[in-house]
């Protein structure tokens, strides 16, 4: 048994060595091409970025957070990502549950549905919801009637933040839990556990670095998310409008250090999601690791 296992071993390493033929010019041309792509595209674009928020010096900077509209924009954002990010966690669980564990009719549609978000326009998704909820809209009357507004309110907002968001948790979830198969949640049913005695024992902690991701991913797109929630929330300052929306209407009103300083905020929040992305896939990769060689020990 160490035997054929150092043998596998030796296999794989000569193998990876196999895979690098190319000459050492064509290797530094490559990467040095990905790194100007990267630094004319990404790195560039943020320095601008901060460079100009704090064109005007630190006060100037800080000021533009404490101003009432843009702590308002604030709070409606992480209130937005604080409610439709939950409810995505919820079902996406349920619905790579649903798919990966049992054939029922109608998966090849909640599959397609579920893509959707991808597929269709952000705008055409908040003008959706305006049909459906505006004065004019199918509900509308009923709405009035009732003294309920959804369009041009936070209901809207976050309504528009979850349908653009709701795939991220589900698609992550549903390849691995397919790979996986239920072998073991079955074994576990056989053994006497429960439903949710298997599913917070057996199924939880096989996907947990795969629906960290996607929350991850989902709480980066409802905070930046700007097509959709454009269209539902009426740009009312101080109450409907996101952070994305508060950066629109202070460049647009040539306010460029408070624009700016918005920006960077939302930029820092992007590179905090990609810190705590690259975590997750590290973790990740580095359990896979030990798993790997506690079977090639076995």
Same mark, same amino acid.
């Given at each position: 048994m160490a035997g054929a296992t150092k043998s596998r071993i030796a296999t794989r390493g000569s193998a990876s060595k196999a895979t690098v033929t190319e000459p050492l010019w064509v290797r530094i041309v490559l990467i040095g091409t990905a790194l100007l792509f990267l630094a004319f595209f990404l790195v560039l674009p943020l320095v601008a970025v901060f460079a100009e928020a704090l064109r005007k010096g630190m006060g100037v900077y800080f000021a533009s957070f404490t101003e009432t509209d843009a702590l308002a924009s604030i709070r409606l954002t992480l209130l937005a990502a604080l %409610?439709? +990010?939950?409810?995505?966690?919820? @079902?996406?669980?349920?619905?790579?549950?649903? %798919?990966?564990k049992f054939n029922f009719v109608g998966k090849n549609v909640l599959i397609t549905l579920i893509d959707m978000p991808f597929a269709v326009s952000p705008v055409i998704s908040g003008l959706i919801y305006v049909l459906m909820f505006g004065l004019q809209g199918w509900f509308g009357e009923w709405l009035r009637d009732n003294d309920l507004k959804i369009i041009f309110? +936070?209901?809207?907002? +976050?309504?528009?933040?979850?349908?653009?968001?709701?795939? @991220? /948790?589900?698609? &992550?979830?549903?390849?691995?839990?397919?790979?996986?198969?239920? &072998? &073991?949640?079955?074994?576990?049913? *056989?053994?006497?556990?429960?439903?949710?005695?298997?599913?917070?024992?057996?199924?939880?902690?096989?996907?947990?670095?795969? #629906? %960290?991701?996607?929350? %991850? #991913?989902?709480?980066?797109r409802a905070m930046g998310e700007f097509g959709a929630v454009s269209v539902v929330s009426g740009h009312i300052r101080g109450k409907t409008n996101t952070m994305p929306l508060h950066v629109e209407i202070l460049y647009n009103e040539y306010n460029y250090a408070s624009a700016f300083a918005i920006a960077s905020l939302l930029a820092l929040l992007a590179m905090v999601t990609l /810190?705590?992305? *690259? #975590? +997750? &896939?590290?973790?990740? *990769?580095?359990?896979?690791?030990?798993?790997g060689e506690s079977q090639l020990k076995e």
């Open positions: %409610i439709a +990010v939950p409810l995505n966690l919820v @079902f996406g669980l349920a619905a790579a549950w649903c %798919i990966a309110a +936070v209901p809207g907002i +976050v309504l528009a933040t979850v349908f653009v968001t709701f795939p @991220f /948790v589900a698609r &992550e979830l549903i390849p691995l839990m397919q790979e996986q198969g239920s &072998e &073991e949640e079955q074994a576990a049913l *056989s053994l006497g556990a429960g439903g949710w005695q298997t599913f917070w024992r057996v199924t939880l902690p096989n996907v947990k670095w795969a #629906l %960290i991701y996607g929350v %991850i #991913l989902c709480n980066a /810190v705590l992305k *690259s #975590l +997750v &896939e590290w973790r990740a *990769s580095r359990e896979m690791k030990k798993a």
